[in-house]
């Protein structure tokens, strides 16, 4: 009952490429690494971007001089 043979391991493979066939797997693994390398991509742009401050402005407040 403990860790699994390479006959189950085979069993599993035989089904996998019996749902998905021959042509999705290796479809399927390219889509992934497109993802993957668009994430990367994704967390370079935010770590070269240049972190922008916004610079807080006062609001001068004028006496009313017709008092």
């Not at 399927?28 to 922008?52: C, H, R, T, W, Y």
């Amino acid at each position: 009952m403990g860790s699994l043979s390479i006959w189950h391991w085979l069993i599993v493979l035989a089904i996998a490429l019996l749902l998905f066939g021959r042509g999705k797997i290796p479809e399927l693994m390219g889509d992934v690494a497109k993802g993957i390398k668009s994430f990367k991509k994704g967390m370079n742009d935010d770590e070269d971007a240049p972190s922008q401050t916004t610079a807080s402005r006062t609001v001068e407040h004028k006496a009313d001089e017709s008092k």
